[in-house]
């Protein structure tokens, strides 16, 4: 007879898992671009974005936080849904003093929606686990460090969700600069005490996955042996074009003057 911890393993591989990443940054970032990269398809369509900018008329007014979710489900059958939450006006408003206490607020929320659930004597069949397994947090490269409204929102957030650090569009940096912000950056993480994921001692070599051998197919390029944390916060270069790669599989990528890369 099977035991208690079978059957309830059994019951949980059962189950259709969903990762829910909660994406943060003020408007213009990459954050969008990023989720197109990262999904490998067209999550948010270009003229949806353009739209999200307002009229020169209305420049000057702050925008309101609001709430979005978008759930994608990839090309591969076998691949786990990702339930995407935004916050369109996140840092963008003149006074932003209330916008961690809103996110804190809907984070917390969804922990209470999980505990009610777990509370039922009849609980429902359907996945309804809606909290957040990752923070994709976009940051500035500012030369400054972070900002204070950077270091109110995760300190909020630190204890409720697992907050990943990255910088958006750092092709706009040169070597130097992308290596003087992540200093600066990890330096107030450090000083302020902020929660960011810990990856520990784990490798990059380790951490790729064999479904990204591309990174190394017929290029002879050697993965850097170097602990992930000492990479933080990550640098992130995304586009919007597509181009059909020889093997038949769609990259994004972006050009420049002197040539073309795929992110």
Request: net charge negative; with cysteine; aromatic share 6%.
């Amino acid at each position: 007879m099977p035991s208690a911890a079978d059957i309830r393993r059994r019951r949980n591989a059962s189950k259709e898992y969903r990762l829910c990443m909660l994406v943060l940054g003020e408007r213009g970032i990459g954050k969008k671009t990023f989720l197109n990269n990262l999904c490998g398809k067209t999550v948010f369509p270009t003229e949806e974005r353009i739209k999200e900018v307002p009229e020169p008329s209305q420049a000057h007014a702050s925008p309101d936080i609001q709430l979005t979710t978008e759930l994608v489900q990839l090309d591969d059958a076998r691949s786990t849904p990702i339930d995407i939450v935004l916050f369109p006006g996140c840092g963008d408003c003149m006074d932003n003093t209330s916008t961690p206490g809103k996110i804190k607020e809907y984070l917390d929320a969804q922990f209470d929606i999980v505990l009610n659930e777990e509370l039922r004597i009849k609980r429902s069949r359907v996945d309804t686990d809606s909290r957040s397994h990752v923070c994709i947090y976009f940051i500035r490269a500012t030369s400054r460090g972070l900002r204070e409204f950077d270091v109110q929102l995760m300190k909020q957030l630190g204890d409720r969700v697992n907050i990943i650090p990255v910088i958006g569009k750092a092709d706009l940096l040169t070597s130097e600069e992308l290596q003087h912000n992540k200093k600066l950056i990890m330096h107030d993480i450090a000083k302020h005490e902020l929660n960011v994921f810990d990856f520990k001692n784990d490798k990059l070599q380790d951490s790729l996955v064999e479904a990204d051998d591309f990174l190394c197919d017929g290029r002879n390029e050697k993965i850097p042996d170097v602990n992930i944390r000492d990479m933080l916060p990550f640098a992130l270069i995304c586009g919007d074009k597509e181009i059909t790669e020889p093997r038949g599989e769609i990259a994004h990528v972006r050009n420049y003057q002197w040539g073309q890369i795929v992110v």
